[in-house]
């Protein structure tokens, strides 16, 4: 099999090819960042039919290489800029650098298998990642809006609006002004005009929302039958996470998502404290669920979150230990929805991730989640 090493910039790529048993520079090619470039460069690729692509920094100036060859049923890994540096300082020339040098690095590092790791084509998960970042801007939007038409409304009303304030309640309000003299008449057309915008987002948010669950519904997750786990805390989980199977244990993903405490040593003595560390988002999306399942007397979380009171633990306490389980039982869910996806489809997952914890649930209750009392 022929590797193709690809160095990517912004406005060109090159591309050499390398005979994996001899390490030897076989041919290259320059092209422009375009399409039809990239279709000459293939075109220029099938007079090796065994070949497999080892591209520079796939995920950030080669990403839309990448992935347009991955749409094409190309082999692809990625092979990071400090991998072809030490290829260059070891080879021949005192490390010098060109954009053919760099090309056949990357090859050389992927023919090695030393730090090349391959890359699947975009799925279900990025679309969700997508979709949960324009609601995130989406929503900021919306509040930017009704923070400046609650602005508006308090300098024409006595008291100004509810701080629960929808398009249709500011509509009300904003008829019973009869606005006289220049300002009350600029105020009173742009409370309107915000209005109209604040209708916008909240139509836009809506279509976002059907976005995501018919998303979350056609990757097949489980996610939503967990109490507290609606279509957009679904789509935000799986967006947020990626592909699971990536974090060997469930400990790895709790320590990536920032429910896993840091033990520190204090006074002679060693204790946890909470870890301000990890996706933030993806925290605020199990500390949603765990909130939403303390407040649901019939669920498991909520009777969790009783026995630890009663153990003598403070409902903040109670509260991260029940995040721990969560986030447990999230990996849980979303690897053995990847591995069934998986035996549908083919091979979509990086291999070696284990399961093995308490028993399955909407709470797991293994007892290595007590370690994630901060003291």
């Not at 460069?41 to 007079?47: G, H, Y």
């Not at 890994?77 to 020339?93: E, F, I, K, N």
């Not at 998303?215 to 489980?222: I, P, T």
Request: hydrophobic letters at 40%; a positive charge.
């Amino acid at each position: 099999m022929m590797l193709i090493g690809i160095d990517p910039h912004k406005s060109t790529h090159t591309a050499t090819a390398v005979d994996p048993g001899t390490n030897r520079d076989q041919a290259s090619i320059r092209i422009d960042g375009t399409l039809q470039e990239y279709q000459r460069m293939l075109d220029w690729a099938r007079q090796w039919p065994q070949r497999r692509w080892a591209v520079e920094n796939a995920r950030g100036l080669g990403h839309h290489l990448t992935s347009w060859l991955l749409a094409r049923g190309e082999q692809v890994v990625d092979v990071p800029p400090s991998a072809t540096a030490r290829v260059r300082q070891l080879s021949r020339g005192a490390g010098r650098k060109n954009d053919r040098i760099d090309a056949a690095a990357a090859a050389c590092v992927a023919a090695v298998q030393g730090d090349a790791r391959p890359v699947q084509p975009e799925t279900s998960t990025d679309a969700l990642a997508l979709l949960d970042e324009r609601r995130s801007n989406l929503a900021q939007a919306r509040v930017r809006a009704v923070n400046q038409l609650h602005a508006l409304l308090r300098a024409l009303l006595p008291g100004g609006a509810p701080r629960d304030l929808s398009a249709a309640k500011a509509e009300q309000l904003l008829e019973t002004v009869v606005p006289v003299g220049p300002a009350e008449t600029t105020r009173h057309a742009l409370a309107a005009d915000l209005i109209t915008e604040v209708r916008t987002w909240d139509v836009k948010l809506k279509d976002n929302a059907k976005a995501m669950a018919a998303l979350v519904a056609e990757s097949g997750s489980r996610l939503s039958d967990t109490p507290g786990i609606a279509a957009i805390t679904a789509a935000r989980l799986l967006g947020r996470t990626g592909n699971p199977t990536r974090f060997p244990t469930a400990s790895a993903f709790a320590q990536y998502a920032g429910t896993a405490p840091i033990e520190i040593a204090s006074a002679g003595r060693a204790h946890h404290r909470l870890s301000r560390r990890g996706d933030r988002q993806l925290n605020a999306a199990l500390h949603t669920v765990a909130i939403t399942q303390i407040r649901m007397p019939d669920t498991r979380g909520h009777a969790y979150f009783q026995a630890k009171i009663a153990e003598g633990k403070t409902p903040r306490e109670a509260q991260r230990c029940l995040k721990r389980r969560l986030a447990d039982h999230v990996w849980r869910t979303m690897v053995a929805d990847e591995r069934r996806r998986t035996r549908t489809t083919g091979p979509g997952g990086q291999p070696g991730a284990t399961t093995a914890s308490s028993a399955a649930g909407p709470t797991p209750t293994a007892d290595s989640s007590d370690k994630s009392l901060p003291g």
